[in-house]
């Protein structure tokens, strides 16, 4: 199977180094002055500096070099992929679709796999998610993902294909378990980051991980997602690693709202939309996300830390 990846971000080229391993793959750059200075320095250095291309990586900015790729990884930000299906959708059209982005869309409420079936009806949509920071996949460190597909054969396909040297795949068919626990995870992220970086404490983080769980089980379930998604890879492994690990851009963004401090708008920050998306859908169908509104409240500048977290210790007393 020959795999490409749309998107030369951090983590789309970490995805490409470690399939490179398998074969050959294609990465796709939309600025061709960027693919061109891949090619020069094998190195992708805005995004992944240090780490070496492999030889098994073409790099371009033709999206007619994916044409003999049965696989494509489409590594973009969640807000811009509907952009992108609906710019390529000639190349991408009746293709396996692998999503590797991690949110939920603004005005559509919908997932990844959602975003493909609505914009490419006769695509065949797949998710990988799972905790991974992009300079670990690259580095060759070991890392666990979930590769999730409503069609179980192709899943198994997919799941024999993508698995490396370094990337252990498990695989599922619970498409909205593993869209949602990707996406909610940054929301929770963006709040543990905020009460470190304002000094109320491991005891404060802890507390939100495990109400943020509590949270996000609410909405996937209610959506149809299946509880042991919610409590692998996907869902609390993803969960564990982002609100614990300053490598993530998510906890940084909150660690800076906690201290007052500055945020570069430029860094891809997933949870700071998809915090707004899902607050929206959750009033919608009459679910209770307490974290997520402090959040969408902070990053809006209407509620400090200390107002958000005075809130949630004032709410009416409850069973567990
Ligand atoms: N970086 C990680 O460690 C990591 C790990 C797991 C999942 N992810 C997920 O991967 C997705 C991408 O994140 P990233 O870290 O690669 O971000 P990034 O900011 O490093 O890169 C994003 C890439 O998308 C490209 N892009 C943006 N808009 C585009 C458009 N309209 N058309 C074509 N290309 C476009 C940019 O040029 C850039 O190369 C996110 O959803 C993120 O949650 C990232
Ligand atoms: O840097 P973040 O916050 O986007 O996190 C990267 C991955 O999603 C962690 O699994």
Not at 2 to 9: P, R
Not at 132 to 148: E, K, Q
Not at 168 to 188: F, H, M, P, Q, S
Request: charged residues 20%.
């Amino acid at each position: 199977m020959t795999v490409a990846v749309l998107g030369a971000g951090a983590f789309g080229t970490a995805l490409a180094i470690s399939l490179a391993g398998n074969g050959p793959v294609v990465l796709w750059a939309r600025s061709a002055d960027h693919a061109r200075a891949m090619r020069a320095a094998r190195e992708n250095a805005a995004r992944l500096p240090g780490v070496r291309l492999p030889d098994a990586i073409a790099m371009t900015s033709d999206i007619s070099d994916i044409a003999a790729c049965d696989t494509i990884l489409l590594a973009v930000p969640m807000q811009r992929l509907r952009s992108v299906l609906e710019e390529h959708a000639g190349a991408l059209d009746g293709r396996v679709l692998v999503a590797c982005c991690k949110g939920v869309e603004l005005h559509s409420g919908l997932g990844p796999v959602g975003v493909i079936a609505e914009t490419l009806p006769d695509a065949r949509p797949a998710l990988l998610t799972g905790p991974s920071f992009a300079h670990d996949i690259a580095r060759g460190l070991p890392t666990a993902l979930t590769l999730a597909c409503a069609d179980a054969g192709l899943g198994k396909t997919l799941q024999q294909a993508l698995n490396t040297a370094n990337l252990r795949i498990y695989r599922t068919t619970d498409t909205i378990g593993a869209e949602l626990g990707g996406a909610l995870k940054n929301v929770i992220a963006i709040a543990c980051g905020a009460v470190i970086g304002a000094g109320l404490g491991d005891s404060a983080r802890a507390a939100l991980m495990t109400r943020g769980y509590a949270e996000m089980q609410r909405m996937a379930l209610a959506l149809g997602a299946r509880p042991e998604t919610l409590a692998g890879l996907s869902g609390f492994g993803d969960l564990a690693l982002t609100c614990t690990s300053d490598q993530s851009r998510n906890y940084r963004l909150g660690l800076a709202l906690g201290r007052g401090d500055c945020f570069d708008p430029s860094v891809t920050v997933e949870g700071a939309a998809t915090a707004q998306a899902v607050a929206e859908k959750a009033r919608g169908m009459g679910l209770e996300m307490p974290i997520t509104d402090c959040v969408v409240g902070m990053l809006d500048h209407n509620l400090t830390i200390d107002e958000a977290m005075a809130r949630l210790l004032a709410r009416p007393l409850k069973e567990e």
